[in-house]
């Protein structure tokens, strides 16, 4: 029998796992955010645009960490 108490054990390379999926964040929203910006939207537009996609990224990249890790 499983205690479903039980902590996940530590990794220390989560961290770092997490900052590299940041900046990969950083990267998609940028460019997100210029393409929509040459594509003839607004600035506003744009930034939103940029800013949707970095939450979609941030999003992926934990959900991604979370399952890798069991």
């Known amino acids: 029998m499983t205690d479903s108490t039980a902590q996940p054990q530590k ?6 796992w997490f900052a590299l999926g ?3 964040a950083l990267i998609v929203s940028t460019a997100a955010g210029l393409v929509a ?6 600035i506003a ?16 990249v934990v959900l991604a960490i979370n399952l890798f890790r069991r």
């Not at 990794?11 to 770092?16: E, K, T, Y």
């Not at 537009?45 to 992926?60: D, E, K, P, R, W």
């Open 11 to 16: 990794d220390p390379l989560v961290a770092v």
């Open 37 to 42: 910006w040459l594509g003839g939207r607004n």
């Open 22 to 24: 940041l900046i990969l």
């Open 45 to 60: 537009a744009a930034v939103l645009t940029g800013f949707g996609a970095f939450g979609g990224t941030t999003t992926l």
